[in-house]
């Protein structure tokens, strides 16, 4: 069982930046892929960026060039640098991991807030 902690979140004016954080724990298999998702409300969830065990990150159009993800496999942590925050960036962002047994787990979810 996996437990995703996401932390980080926050109110920023636009142009401003913020660091995600989430945290995995409990009896860890093996991650395959974490990532980051996105649901703003009224809409349906959304991939921001996704990053494997061993391979580069995948941004989402929307995001590339503002936000970078990095991932530290063997302190099961792993983080979303946003910068140029842009309202249309506000929403709630879900850690997520899944097992080379393709098993998915999610967090709770951290509120990010993007206003003047």
């Known amino acids: 069982q996996v437990h995703l902690v996401e932390s980080g979140g926050g109110s920023v004016q636009p142009g401003g930046s913020l660091t995600l954080s989430c945290t995995a724990s409990?009896?860890?298999?093996?991650?395959?892929?974490m990532g980051w998702y996105r649901q703003a409300v009224g809409n349906q969830r959304e991939l921001v960026a996704t990053?494997?065990?061993?391979?580069?990150?995948i941004y989402a159009d929307s995001v590339k060039g503002r936000f970078t993800t990095s991932r530290d496999s063997a302190k099961m942590l792993m983080n979303l640098q946003m910068n140029s925050l842009k309202p249309e960036d506000t929403a709630t962002y879900y850690c997520?991991?899944?097992?080379?047994?393709?098993?998915?787990?999610w967090g709770k979810g951290t509120l990010v807030t993007v206003s003047s």
């Open positions: 997520h991991a899944r097992t080379y047994h393709g098993v998915d787990y």
């Open positions: 990053i494997p065990d061993f391979g580069s990150p």
């Open positions: 409990g009896t860890t298999p093996a991650l395959n892929t």
